[in-house]
């Protein structure tokens, strides 16, 4: 478990994954989001993480076990360390499709900072 309380996790939780379940489903579906990450041949990482914060978003704060509370955590940590190392050219990078696997669209808005 993270060294952060849970209202800590729920704070940047919600402020870091800022695409919807279905914005998020349809962008696993693209070869753009498959076209990314680490795996060993089969499902990167990051898009295997995708799918978990769907069903995480998709489920009531007071229902998630401690293994969602793990996981969240761990999407926020990337998400962090990876906004700090914004690229000189973001848009249609792997840098960008990488940070959409995990929920965070830093085009949107409120971006990374």
């Known amino acids: 478990?993270?060294?952060?309380?849970?209202?800590?996790?729920?704070?940047?939780?919600?402020?870091?994954?800022?695409?919807?379940?279905?914005?998020?489903?349809?962008?696993?579906?693209?070869?753009?989001?498959k076209s990314v990450g680490d795996s060993d041949g089969g499902e990167s990482t990051g898009h295997k993480s995708g799918r978990r914060i769907v069903e995480i978003k998709n489920?009531?704060?007071?229902?998630?076990?401690?293994?969602?509370w793990d996981h969240m955590a761990k999407v926020v940590g990337y998400i962090a360390r990876h906004c700090?190392?914004?690229?000189k050219d973001p848009e249609q990078s792997d840098w960008e499709y990488s940070l959409k696997n995990w929920g965070h669209d830093p085009l949107k808005d409120d971006g990374c900072a």
């Open 84 to 87: 700090a190392q914004v690229p």
């Open 59 to 68: 489920t009531n704060k007071d229902d998630l076990s401690d293994n969602d």
């Open 1 to 33: 478990m993270s060294d952060k309380s849970r209202d800590e996790i729920w704070d940047e939780w919600q402020e870091r994954v800022n695409m919807a379940p279905a914005e998020l489903e349809d962008w696993l579906e693209t070869e753009e989001s």
